[in-house]
């Protein structure tokens, strides 16, 4: 690039004040953030509920290469118990064609369809433990679950599903778990043959948070007033 | 190289951010009615920041700072390689106020993914995202394709090959593109059209698929924004399984193929010149490395046991291979049954495809079809030369603009230094991705490097919201270099450096 005129002291300054401007902004954002007001509700599921226990954990099953099946010992239909999604995403060759219960949220959309109905099933800290991420201050990682298909008219015992504002109806199912649906053109799933809603869908209340509210406003009066100076300054030319 | 940096320059760069920042605030704007339909007044407040800040700066950089001057090439990369972090901090403010950020970095990383159409992510709890917070989070992916379209056919021309001249070059932007304007009206109605084909294809197999009425709206949204900017993002945590449908995997493997092909491709299909279209070098070195990547996936899903028969093996490598190519990141498969159940051939395949990506001049990323296609083309070259008398005059041509052209040194040294780029960057980032990262493989790791440096975002499941800052740090960096193939951020770089250097003296 050639040089027409070179910089001055005042406009490093201009733009060392600008970044500090933003640098100031982006604090106050992340402060009103940290300080937004939460719900305080108890999401954690009713002993009363009579969920059953975890009872198979695999952290790894390292992968699954051809001759080295994980688990040498797969004939015939094994009671796993209840297990947790991860375990059987680890371990899909582990838990193929196998007998389990498991427990948590319907998220997202009930796809009713086929004489039955297609659910994702949730059983992260957020479907069991603290409820939405946006209602509580405690945030768990990323979501992990199982694609459900619930036959018949089960799903019709469903209530809300979980969502923006909500935790859907937490569920307990027992069924046969596909490493390789047909029905679901190659997925990995559960297909439920019992379910019972151990929790209702809940609201889950998230306050408004009035500092952000004011920032917002604050910001936007100023800028309008901006723009009404602008128009009235080009009105004038 | 001797570089000099003025005040004008200072200005025009800062008005453009400004600019950009300004298109980022009426976003913002347009986004913030779902709020209010959807009732999340939180929401409303943090895109209402955004946007307040974001015309703001807007209207200060026409106001203040408009450069009455064309832009230089050379300024036009140093744009570009501010522009991403630049927005990027805006765009991070409704996923910092929505909760699911655990920290400004987090949103901050969210929304380079999203600008720069990745599609990796670390939000928390992705399944209860407020609506529009999800809207804001698929939005900005067609602002980052617009802006690397735009790039694709201003600073992304053949001339900035020229690295060397990236500060001495002075080339008027529209002179460099004499056709800019027509060609943006073509890609104009060309995404018009796609919107319309794409969004009532995916609206009937929405509601073939079983979703309710009133959610196939935003559903078919957040599906064609993501998969036509080659973006990825999904408004479930379960990506496109969530839907059990192959007609909705059909029409975006569609979608997704036509945004990973070059828009002047693109121009030449809707005039009819499909044989021009095919014999381009672009297309033919798209079509060997998917059918290559395709072979190699389904073969290695053979061999893992997993799949028994022919269709499901079939449906689900060609949508992970498709998305791959096109470096969408769009997933039928659960992250970590890629590990865990697909053996190691079939995600190497996938490997494969995201490194080597879409077409140039299209929203996908990655080396690029038509480099890896020069490459291979060097190498018979070489091949004759050394089979051929040596008085023999070798001459390796291809086709360019439906026109045949004569490979040169210049051309195989620019792909090369490229691809020595991108390789150095998968290889180094899988080095720190194991580091801040010690429970997975070297596999794993070149997977998730891969992915983020060819702005894919299928992710093997090694990036989340719970990973190392390092791990985080490097994903950003991988995704912004990727994006911007190197030069701009090499451009920006020459330019602080030039700052730098200069006298602090007032001659004004």
Known sequence: MSASTPIRPA?????????????????????VRQNAPTSGQDFTIP??????????????????????????????????????????????????????VYVGEVVGDILRRDGGAWVLVNDDDYALEVGPAGSSAELRGANSG???????????????????????????????????????????????????????????????????????????????TMFSVERRVAARR | MRTETSREQIRTVVSIQGQ????????????????????????????????????????????????????????????????????????????????????????????????????????HDIDHLPHAVAAWRQSIQIIGAITILIAGLTVFTPRSQKASNLYGAGVRLERSVPGFVTTFRHMVKVG??????????????????????????????????????????????????SYHSWSIELVLIVLMLAGAIAFPLHILLWRGEVRRAVRHVDTRSLAVVFSTALVVV????????AFTDALPLLRRGLF??????????????EPRVLASDWGLIAPAGLVLAMAIGGMRRSTAGGVKAERFGLIFRGIFRE??????????????????????????????????????????????????????ADSFDLTEAMFESVSATSNVGMSIGILGPMSSGILKTVVVLQMWLGRLEFMAVFALAGFLWSIRRLPARSTA
């Open chain 2, 320 to 333: 992970q291979v498709v998305s791959a190519q096109t470096t969408t990141g769009l997933t039928v498969v």
């Open chain 1, 11 to 31: 406009t490093i300054a201009r733009v060392i004040v600008s970044f500090l401007l933003a640098a100031g902004l982006v604090f106050a954002i992340w402060g």
């Open chain 2, 20 to 123: 950009l920042l300004g298109i980022l605030g009426a976003l913002a704007m347009a986004v913030a009615p779902v709020a209010v339909v959807a009732g999340e007044w939180n929401a409303l407040s943090a895109l209402l920041i955004t946007a307040a800040i974001g015309l703001g700066a807007g209207l200060t950089a026409r106001r203040r700072l408009l450069a009455r001057r064309d832009l230089t090439w050379s300024e036009g990369m140093v744009v570009l390689g501010l522009a991403y972090p630049v927005m990027s901090v805006l765009a991070a403010v409704p996923f910092a106020m929505s909760g699911h950020a655990g920290s400004w970095g987090d949103a901050f990383l969210e929304a380079m993914s999203g600008l720069t159409t990745t599609g990796l992510s670390v939000l």
């Open chain 2, 383 to 436: 091949m004759r030369r050394v089979l051929l008398p040596d008085h023999a005059l070798v001459v390796e041509t291809y086709q360019h603009k439906g026109r045949p052209r004569i490979l040169t040194d210049a051309h195989i040294r620019a792909v090369g230094t490229m691809l020595l780029l991108f390789m150095t960057t998968h290889l180094v980032g899988a080095l720190v991705i194991l580091y801040g």
């Open chain 1, 47 to 100: 002993e009363a509920a009579d969920v059953a226990e975890l009872e198979t954990t695999v952290e790894r099953c390292g992968r699954t290469l051809p001759d080295q099946p994980a688990l040498p010992d797969t004939d015939g239909v094994r009671d796993f118990g209840r297990v947790s999604s991860t375990a059987v995403v680890e371990c899909p060759d582990l838990f193929d064609q196998q007998s389990v």
């Open chain 1, 146 to 224: 199982l694609s459900v298909w619930l036959p018949g008219d089960m799903a019709d015992e469903l209530g809300r599903p979980g969502g923006p504002g909500w935790r859907g109806d937490v569920i307990q199912l027992s069924g046969i778990i596909h490493r390789v649906d047909e029905l679901d053109g190659g997925g990995l799933t559960l297909r439920a043959s019992t379910m019972h809603v151990v929790a209702p869908a809940a609201a889950a209340d998230t306050p408004v948070n009035r500092a952000q509210l004011a920032l917002a406003l604050g910001l936007v009066a100023i800028v309008a």
């Open chain 2, 192 to 241: 018009v059209a796609w919107t319309i084909a794409g969004g009532v294809a995916l609206s009937l197999a929405l509601a073939v698929a079983g979703v309710p009425l009133l959610r196939i709206p935003f559903h078919a949204m957040a599906l064609f924004t993501s998969a036509f900017s080659t973006g990825g993002f999904s408004v479930s945590s379960a990506s496109v399984a």
């Open chain 2, 298 to 305: 389904l073969v290695g899903l053979g061999r893992s046991g």
